[in-house]
């Protein structure tokens, strides 16, 4: 279910005349004690989906490059990942933020060395192209090659940056969702886990 329909059944419950104020109190104490874990859900939701289109493009205009080919296949599978560890986390089940850290870790593995690829291709393949357009643009010599490099150095730098923030996001739902798992009563985490609707 997703969050908003998990949460109105949870309101239910908080309305259920059977339950006591002791019940009702634990329901709501853990509802919000969980939204870091359903915000993390929501992030792996939409990293799932955006890498997925990604990698659609991508094998779209690969489909002439074995190297793009294999990029693309591989970010399908980082996108895969990713929602199966969102569901991991919306069942509340200790495997996901671990699953999603390494998934995380693998993507930008696999980024890295795409553009470390691509930048020792740019010095022992370079494009013929470049010094006709160079010189019906009066750049200088090498202006594009290293304004390449600088393209997949800046690539580097980024993915690492923000697919390594991502990572240590994800890694930090770690004690998070344990500590949940370990102060939450199990009848609640159970009532919580029948709330999903997928």
Same mark, same amino acid.
């Given at each position: 279910m997703g969050a908003r329909a998990g949460s109105a059944y949870l309101d239910g419950m908080d309305a259920d005349p059977t339950l006591t104020p002791e019940q009702r109190a634990a329901? !709501?104490?853990?509802? !919000? =004690? &969980?939204?870091?874990?359903?915000s993390a859900a929501k992030v792996a939701g939409f990293n799932g989906w955006t890498v997925g289109i990604l990698a659609a @493009?991508?094998?779209?205009?690969?489909? +002439?490059?074995?190297v793009l080919l294999a990029l693309g296949v591989g970010m399908g599978v980082v996108a895969h990942n990713e929602l199966r560890g969102r569901q991991f986390l919306r069942a509340f089940d200790p495997r996901g933020p671990r699953f999603l850290t390494r998934n995380q870790l693998g993507f930008?593995?696999?980024?890295?060395?795409?553009? &470390?690829?691509?930048?020792? =291709? +740019?010095?022992?393949?370079?494009?013929? #192209?470049? &010094? #006709?357009?160079q010189e019906l643009a009066g750049l200088e010599a090498g202006f594009i090659r290293d304004f390449v490099v600088a393209a997949y150095g800046a &690539?580097? @730098?980024?993915t690492v940056l923000f697919v390594g923030l991502n990572a240590r996001?994800?890694?930090?739902?770690?004690?998070?969702?344990?500590?949940?798992?370990? !102060?939450t009563p199990a009848w609640v985490v159970e009532m919580q886990r029948s709330a999903r609707v997928d």
């Open positions: 329901l !709501e104490d853990a509802r !919000e =004690r &969980a939204k870091g874990i359903v @493009l991508t094998v779209l205009f690969g489909l +002439t490059s074995p930008m593995a696999l980024v890295v060395a795409y553009c &470390a690829w691509s930048l020792v =291709r +740019t010095y022992t393949h370079p494009d013929p #192209q470049w &010094a #006709q357009l &690539a580097i @730098l980024l996001y994800y890694a930090r739902r770690i004690s998070m969702l344990e500590r949940y798992l370990a !102060e």
